[in-house]
């Protein structure tokens, strides 16, 4: 019986395909914008995700706050200063701080500039820890020692072609701010731009050749000795820093954050904006919801006569209803299905176009079999609810004045 309500429904959108392509567009334009959009926030969230993952739940970030034009740290109003080191590795639960320099610079490789961010690594049994800690693994060469006065280590991505024309490997040798140093090792890929973009060089090179002030670290990194009292341990280093630097709470001029707290910030803020987006788009398949509406109630209308021969032959209310029903719910979901065909190329193609432009591997879209179920599902409810009305007038209309009306 459902496969006959089926056939005649199809039949019927077949006869009139030039209303039924225009009554769908307004669903899968809603459909394509709520699966693309969808899509690219949801790929953007686990990439930004993935970024701060690999730092681990046990780590405690300690920066100045302030007018920033630079990397973390830099440019703010009150800098943090190392002597803070060794206080708060006094503090109970604390097992290891140390300083994090950031330097900005001109970075030079056959022949090419580029900016670049070269970023301390401690000496001594610190190196060790921080090596373990970030789980710093090379690809080629080695890691570097304390030796290495001139020596860097480089992220994955500086082998490729794309910045200096020619990948840069173990052994070559780099200018950072006019200065040679040679690359000792080349580190593993992480997925990720902290690590796989990154210039790391030992802490007192950094001091002697590319004048940081030592005095002014950029972020103290804490690892904490349980990660379960890590808010614990947040809070007694905001005391600690709030008497040191003489501030009340809710005038901290500096932020002691963990990779969590970071990511759920984020994870936060994209979500309102993805949200957002969402709603507009839902606008549009509100849109296509009238737009059905009106469809059906005009198909009502153009088959008057047809309803009342199919009554007068003993149809009833309720197989009028079912047929009109059965109609819109298939104008909703074949909308739905090119909606969601079109969602997934915008979503795919604008993300590969964005890293193709921007070079930023952040930019991805992610679809699961979840969205396409869902976004499948809401289309085909929408083309029924909006087909409801029309399809109860359809089964109440009077089979002889239906009749009647159409000679």
């Not at 970075?107 to 961010?117: H, P, S, T, V």
């Not at 030992?202 to 000795?225: C, P």
Request: charged share 25%; net charge negative; hydrophobic share 45%.
């Amino acid at each position: 019986m459902f496969a006959d309500y089926l056939r005649i429904a199809i039949r019927s959108l077949v006869k009139r395909k030039m209303r039924t392509y225009l009554t769908m567009i307004g669903i899968f334009i809603g459909i394509a914008a709520v699966v693309s959009l969808i899509g690219l926030g949801q790929g953007l969230r686990i990439a930004i995700t993935s970024q701060f993952g690999i730092l681990g739940t046990d780590i405690l970030s300690v920066q100045a706050s302030g007018t920033s034009f630079g990397p973390p740290g830099s440019g703010a109003v009150t800098p943090i200063t190392k002597d803070l080191i060794d206080k708060i590795e006094k503090i109970n639960g604390v097992d290891i701080a140390f300083a994090r320099y950031i330097e900005s610079g001109t970075m030079e490789f056959n022949d090419e500039q580029a900016i670049g961010l070269a970023v301390s690594v401690p000496e001594g049994d610190k190196r060790k820890i921080i090596e373990k800690m970030l789980n710093l693994k090379t690809e080629q060469g080695r890691l570097l020692r304390d030796d290495d006065t001139k020596g860097v280590v480089l992220g994955n991505d500086f082998k490729k072609d794309d910045t200096f024309g020619r990948g840069i490997s173990s052994g070559d040798k780099i200018l950072l701010n006019d200065i040679e140093f040679r690359v000792v090792g080349i580190l593993e890929k992480k997925g990720s731009f902290m690590f796989d973009q990154s210039v790391l060089v030992n802490e007192q090179s950094m001091i002697d050749f590319l004048e940081t002030d030592e005095d002014e670290v950029d972020i103290i990194a804490v690892k904490v000795k349980n990660e379960r009292e890590i808010d614990a341990v947040k809070e007694r280093i905001e005391k600690l820093l709030r008497k040191e630097r003489d501030v009340d709470i809710g005038e901290e001029d500096f932020e002691v954050q963990s990779p969590q707290a970071m990511l759920e910030s984020l994870d936060s803020a994209l979500f309102a904006v993805q949200l957002f987006i969402t709603i507009i788009a839902l606008i549009s398949l509100l849109v296509g919801g009238i737009g059905i509406m009106n469809t059906m109630y005009t198909a009502v209308l153009e088959r008057t006569k047809e309803i009342g021969i199919m009554k007068s032959i003993g149809a009833r209310n309720r197989t009028i209803f079912t047929l009109f029903f059965i109609e819109s719910g298939l104008l909703g979901m074949v909308g739905g299905i090119i909606g969601i065909i079109l969602g997934m190329i915008f979503a795919y193609g604008l993300a590969a176009i964005g890293r193709l432009v921007l070079g930023a591997d952040l930019i991805q879209a992610s679809i699961g079999f979840n969205l396409i179920i869902g976004a499948l599902a809401f289309s085909f409810v929408l083309g029924t609810i909006f087909g409801v009305l029309p399809a109860i007038r359809a089964s109440k209309l009077n089979p002889v004045d239906s009749l009647r009306a159409t000679k």
